[in-house]
């Protein structure tokens, strides 16, 4: 192999390395996309999850799943209703 094959062979390989070392999802990976609802009929609500921040997402989650298969909800964290789920979920983990 001659110098020209062996700098491009080197070449290739820093590349590959640089490129593995940028993050690729600044935010991480959060499954609520933007602030999230503010509040959610409570008659509608058939479970909520709490996330809290992990190495993947730097944030809470508070995820609402609806009755009759209607999907999932986010809700905002900072309001009242998801507060008042967080604190009963902490309540029942003690």
């Known amino acids: 192999m001659n110098a020209r094959g062996m700098a491009i062979v080197v070449a290739v390989i820093v590349c590959a390395t640089i490129v593995e070392g940028f993050p690729m999802f600044k935010g ?3 499954l609520c996309i933007g602030p999230g609802a503010k509040a959610v009929k409570l008659t509608d609500i058939e479970k909520a999850s709490i996330i809290y ?4 997402c730097d944030k809470i989650e508070v995820i609402i ?3 009759a298969h209607k999907g999932q909800r ?10 008042f789920i967080i604190k009963q979920a902490e309540r029942k983990n003690l």
């Open 53 to 56: 921040p992990s190495n993947s």
């Open 28 to 30: 991480g990976r959060c």
């Open 74 to 83: 986010c809700l905002n964290p900072r309001s009242k209703q998801a507060s």
């Open 65 to 67: 799943a609806l009755k």
